[in-house]
C-alpha cells in the first residue's frame, strides 16, 4: 500500500513497501502521465539536497507528473533490473517505458533538463508508433 513520504511539505510523493506495489503504481499512472521514479537513500546527501527541489517540481509540473521515491535496498530487485548503482538515480517512465534517466541530479534545471529530454523521446515514440501503425494499417486495407 502506498504511504506519503514527505520531503518538506509536498504530500503527492509516493513510496512503496514492495516491488510489486511500486511496479503496479507506476504502470498505472504512467499509462496518462510521466512517472518520476527517484532512486534514493537516507544517507545520501546529494539525495537531499533533490529532495529540497521536489515541491516545486511536484508543483510546477502538477498535470503532467507524478513522483514516487524508492529505496534501492528495500526494492533490490527492482534496483538491479533497472541497473541502479547510485543514488540518486531518477528514471522518467511513460506508457510502461522508460524514456530518460540519469544519477546524482541535484537541481531544478537537471529536474527540468530530464522532463524535457523525457518529453522530447515520448513524442518521438508516439510518432514512431503512429506511423509504424498506420503503414500496417494501410497495408491490411490494399
Known amino acids: 500500500m502506498a504511504s506519503i513520504a514527505p520531503p518538506g511539505d509536498f ?3 509516493a513510496t512503496f513497501e514492495d516491488d510489486a506495489s511500486l511496479q503496479r503504481a507506476v504502470q498505472r499512472l504512467s499509462s496518462d502521465r510521466f512517472v518520476l521514479v527517484i532512486f534514493t537513500s537516507e544517507h545520501c546527501h ?3 539536497t533533490l529532495e529540497k527541489h521536489l515541491p516545486w517540481f511536484g ?3 502538477r498535470d503532467e507528473v507524478s513522483v514516487i521515491l524508492a529505496n534501492p535496498h528495500r526494492h533490490a530487485a527492482l534496483a538491479a533490473r533497472h541497473r541502479i548503482h547510485g543514488v540518486p538515480s531518477l528514471l522518467v517512465v511513460r506508457k510502461g517505458r522508460i524514456l530518460a534517466s540519469e544519477v546524482g541530479m541535484d537541481s531544478r534545471d537537471h529536474l527540468k533538463w530530464l522532463l524535457k529530454m ?3 523521446h515520448y513524442h518521438a515514440y508516439e510518432k514512431e508508433f503512429q506511423s509504424a ?9 490494399e
Open 11 to 13: 504530500p503527492d510523493i
Open 59 to 61: 508543483e510546477y509540473y
Open 133 to 141: 501503425h498506420h503503414a500496417r494499417w494501410s497495408t491490411q486495407a
Open 46 to 48: 546529494v539525495c537531499r
Open 118 to 120: 523525457a518529453k522530447k
